[in-house]
């Protein structure tokens, strides 16, 4: 089945697009077929297919047909490494020369926009080898994506504890002077994981800034002290991948889930595989932590590298894996993807409605679990503009069941 990548209008600005754009037939997942009209970034009015038509200003609208396309509020990638992206291939060691960073962080974001998630948060090493050259690259690749994605940094220390702490303490402050967002690491791999943590908080605390953390949590002691010392801090504490949480006996998980809950902290879970600081085997019992009242959301961790040679970073493969193998019902899945995920990130939230931010995805299908099964042809809307198509042409050769039956298949016949 051959994919063709189509180029995405654009403004030589990389700004909002306010010009009004009107998205024709679309269907969403209560099952009407609407119109929906954006400009400035938004959603200006939804109304029954056939509906709406002029822009708010009076002037005519631009508009995509998508009869035959499901509407959605679009993914958010909650967890991507884009500095050791698409390195699954190379020879020797990792290089992280600056250009090459650049190149493979480039790609890496616009594969997953391709995919739908026109927000992501990568993160990236700070410290040993690479300094903050990482960082640096990640950096201006954000910039450099403006007005297609939003693309978050989160720096990450190997040691905060110790002789060795104190450079990597230096380190992350100097990363979050050059622009990076988040503070995250990974307590596990440091030889006071307690203390890593309480430095991690302290200087979020300081800078007021959110925090995202590799843990497996393999250790529920551990896991219940880190919980005590997030509980109301703002903006916000994540933790993830927490796959030995399944592997730990019910009680156990459930008591630990209770306490994540209490603390408001955020689980990015990683169906399709770890990455390079956590354990790939399994993924957090998810229904047992939405049970309790976690916030669950799900990201796609290694895009080819060596942690997961063939992962794919698709937000709404996640959320395949969830429905089929984590038993959620699809409109579930999908949200650990968009309005969690979404959520995860700082961001607005997003409906297909009225007055909210016109991030949208269009997938082929009528139903959400079909688009899960068979999410091919995409259309991705950021900030009320089409910024990336993939079209997909399934064909069939001649058969003699052809004229008796309605085979189904996707025409050439593509939006406008």
Do not use: W
């Amino acid at each position: 089945m051959p994919d063709s990548q189509q180029q995405p209008p654009h403004s030589s600005s990389g700004h909002t697009d306010t010009a009004a754009l009107l998205l024709c037939g679309a269907r969403l997942t209560d099952g009407r077929a609407v119109d929906v009209r954006l400009g400035g970034g938004r959603i200006e009015a939804v109304g029954t297919a056939g509906s709406l038509a002029a822009g708010a200003s009076g002037a005519l609208a631009a508009k995509v047909d998508l009869d035959g396309y499901l509407l959605l509020p679009a993914p958010a990638e909650a967890h991507a490494h884009s500095d050791t992206a698409l390195t699954a291939d190379d020879d020797g060691p990792l290089t992280y020369d600056d250009q090459e960073i650049q190149r493979r962080a480039t790609e890496s974001a616009l594969l997953q926009l391709g995919h739908g998630a026109t927000a992501l948060r990568s993160h990236v090493r700070v410290g040993d080898v690479q300094g903050l050259d990482a960082l640096a690259a990640v950096l201006e690749v954000r910039r450099s994506l403006r007005g297609l994605a939003e693309l978050a940094t989160v720096a990450m220390p190997r040691v905060l504890t110790g002789a060795a702490g104190a450079d990597g303490l230096a380190l992350l402050r100097d990363a979050l002077k050059m622009g990076a967002s988040v503070v995250g690491g990974c307590p596990d791999a440091d030889p006071d994981p307690t203390g890593y943590v309480e430095a991690v908080l302290e200087l979020a605390s300081e800078h007021g800034c959110p925090v995202d953390l590799h843990t497996d949590a393999a250790d529920p002691a551990r896991l219940a002290r880190l919980a005590a010392m997030a509980g109301g801090l703002r903006p916000g504490v994540t933790l993830g991948p927490c796959g030995a949480l399944g592997r730990l006996p019910s009680e156990v998980a459930a008591r630990a889930a209770d306490q994540l809950a209490a603390a408001g902290v955020t689980v990015v879970c990683l169906p399709q595989g770890g990455c390079g600081s956590a354990d790939r085997r399994g993924i957090a019992p998810v229904r047992l932590l939405r049970a309790a009242g976690v916030r669950v959301a799900a990201g796609s961790g290694a895009l080819r590298d060596v942690s997961n040679p063939v992962g794919r970073g698709d937000p709404l493969e996640a959320a395949y894996l969830l429905a089929s193998r984590s038993g959620l019902r699809p409109e579930d899945a999908y949200d650990t993807v968009s309005c969690a995920a979404r959520a995860a990130l700082g961001l607005p939230e997003v409906r297909v409605e009225a007055g909210f931010p016109a991030e949208l995805l269009a997938v082929r299908g009528d139903r959400l679990a079909g688009a899960l099964s068979l999410s091919y042809s995409r259309i991705v809307i950021h900030r009320g503009r089409v910024v990336a198509r993939t079209s997909a042409v399934r064909e069939y050769c001649n058969s003699a069941a052809e004229s008796g039956l309605e085979l189904p298949r996707q025409g050439r016949g593509e939006p406008s």
